[in-house]
Each structure stands twice: as C-alpha cells, then as structure tokens.
C-alpha cells in the first residue's frame, strides 16, 4: 500500500503493509461459473498464487449450482501447473441429513464418498446436489501446506447441500493427497453437466 | 488509522481500520525436536487476554519423534506456571485406511477427559514416517472470561500410524473447567519430542 498523489509517492513507496497490521487472512482470487464446465485455480496464472506463499489456502463456496440434476460436487489437485488433476488420495466422509418433510434423518459414515489411495476427484456434497432454482451447495475447504516436498497434503471441508429429493445434507469430509511433491493448482467441478453457477473464493492464510 | 500532515486530515478520518481484516496473526512457533511449544501471555509478544473474544491455533505438519503419539494441549490460568486445568471434553473420528479394510466413524473414550487435568489429544496415533503428519484448527473461546468455563473446539487430520497407514479426520470439543481467566497455552506429544511442525497463533476481533 502506498499514498500517491498526481504521480509522486507520498508515503511508503509500496513497503507500508510491512509494518502495518493487514489481517491475516487474504483474498487472493474469485471466480463466477456461468454454466462453467469447471473452475481451476492455477498458480501463477489469472493472478493466482497457490505456493509457499501462504501456509494454508481456504476456498469458501457460494451456492454452487448444478446444470444436471443430482450430480456430486467434487475438487482433485495437479502436481504440474494444472496440466493433470489426478493426484492419489486417501479420505474420509461423513454425514448428517434431514429430509423437509420429517421422513428421513442420516449420520454416519458414507463410504461412496471416500477414497482409497484413489486419482479420482473427491465428492465433497456426501451425496448429490439438486438442481432445483434454490438448491446448491456450500462450504468451506482448508488445504494445509500444499508446497511441502517433505509431508503429504491434508484438506478438511465442512460444507452443507441442498439435494434434489428436498434433503439438507452436511458433509464433513478430510483426507490428504499421498505426494510429497508439491501441489499447485486445483480443479472443482460436478460430476457430470456444468457449474450453473456458484462463486468460489480463494484466500491464503499468513 | 488516518493520514494526516501538519494537522491537516489528508485521508480517512479514522476509518482505514475496517480494512485491516478480523484475523489478527499474533505468533507462529516452529518446532525443532522440541519437547514442548507455548504461547504465554506477555511473553515474547504473545497477547493472550481479553483483547480478542475468540483466539485459534493452526497446525502444520506437526511430525512426531515417536510413532503413534499425539500431538495434545493444556491450558494455565497462573501464565505457564502450571498446565494442569481440569477439563471435560468429547472426541470423535472419521477413520480411513489406505488398504481401505478399515472405514469408520466412531466415538474415541480413549482421548476424551472427564474433569481430567491431563493433556487433550488433537490427533489419534500419528505416524511418524517421513511424509507423515498432522494439521488442524482449534478455536478457543473467550479464554479470558471470569464468568464461564472455557470452550474449545478443534478439526484436524492426521496420518495413522505407519502400522495401518490412513487418514483420520478428528473432531475434539469441550471446556476447561475453571472461571479463572486463561492465559497460556501449552503443546506436547503424548509422549516424545515434536520433532517439526509449525504452529500458528491468530486472534479473531470484532466476533
């Protein structure tokens, strides 16, 4: 941050956020689907920084729309700027759900959402979002330390959706990513069919 | 904050503050086979009072020395003298094993306390291989209170031991029992030294 007046720099010459307190929590990207087939998170493109930066990154979901009914929201990582989003997996998922009308209350492990040392894309709505005009998904993940050559790559989301059958469903799903190369971009998108449209915000933690 | 020249409010008027975020980065300690991390009031920079009504610690591959050993807490109302506040508390875990013959969740009697003074786990059996570790938030509410007992709740994910190597996803909650205000905090394994790992200290304002 600097204070520059008709061209000169009154103050600071871009050094003051140094020693001012700026918060410890950073917006670094947002991104809109509009009937998107996906939203990637690249680093070092579209102003994105997604390395040592930061010790923890937190993506936040807006309502996260579906263009097909009943499709899984789901994120995999790249080891290689994106190029691939296959990266191996161990994770976890539960759940609690409770149906509008009273019939039906779920907790418990859900094993369909889980992997097992997979490269597959890790669902993160424990079992599918609607399509519904006011059904989607929201939530919140947090990715521990994804430049690490040393450890592999943990992840938590705690998230709620809204599915077709009229269900409120929270899944708490977590994992890591079993390589110790580092992690450099992410990839979300449904299962099958488009993002309608959601907004996803990434910030680095300090 | 504002900018002001020869008495002249140039900008701001005292509003710049709104923008300076909620989330306060007060201090990050770094473990090097160390046998404990703690963050005491009025100690190398360390505020812990009443100057924010919830504070969290974030974990970064905490690695053990010793395999299945847990990264733990306790709490001080006497900064740092003593760790040692009696504390109720609950544990659950998702638990997923890398040859998948294991997938459970569960309540964990063996890591909660019932108004024990010992050490909370924050992590269920870390394994100690080389890529091996924990991460994690824990949020401590109003720790300065002289009215209520003192809340926490803690989310992580752990490597399980390299005998059955997954992930665990934990889940640790409760209160220390006391109506005195806390003032330090104290990190451990359950048993042997913190080999590496990072642990960050924030204060949340204006919640």
Known sequence: MGVISNGTTLLDAGALDSGVATGAMTLIKTLTASSSANLSFVDGSSSVIFDNTYAEYVFKFYNMHPATDDKNFQFQTSVDGGSNYGVTATTTCFRAGKNEDNSTSTFGYFAADDLTQSTSYQRLDAGRTGNDADSGMSGTLQIFNPSSTTFVKHFIHDGNTHKSNNQSMHALVAGYFNTTSAIDAINFQFASGNIDSGVIKMYGIK | ?207
């Open chain 2, 1 to 207: 904050m504002a900018i002001i020249s020869n008495a002249v409010t140039i900008a701001d008027a005292g509003a710049f503050s709104a923008s300076l975020g909620a989330m306060v980065h007060i201090k990050t300690l770094t473990a090097s086979s160390s046998g404990t991390l703690s963050f005491v009031h009025g100690s190398s920079s360390v505020v812990f009072n009443n100057t924010y009504p919830i504070y969290q610690f974030k974990f970064f591959d905490i690695h053990p020395a010793t395999n299945a050993a847990e990264i733990s807490f306790n709490v001080s109302i006497d900064t740092g003298s003593n760790y040692n506040v009696a504390k109720t508390t609950t544990c659950f875990r998702s638990y997923h094993t890398e040859d998948d013959n294991n997938a459970t969740l569960d309540y964990v009697g063996d890591f909660d306390l019932a108004q024990g003074t010992g050490f909370q786990p924050l992590a269920l059996n870390q394994g100690n291989a080389g890529d091996e570790s924990a991460v994690g938030t824990l949020t401590l509410f109003n720790p300065s209170s002289t009215t209520f007992v003192k809340h926490f709740c803690f989310s992580g994910n752990n490597s399980h031991d390299a005998n059955t190597p997954g992930a665990v996803s934990g889940f640790f909650a409760g209160y220390a029992n006391t109506t005195s205000a806390v003032d330090a905090i104290q990190f451990k394994m359950s048993t042997g030294n913190i080999d590496a790992g990072t642990i960050k200290m924030y204060g949340i304002k204006d919640s």
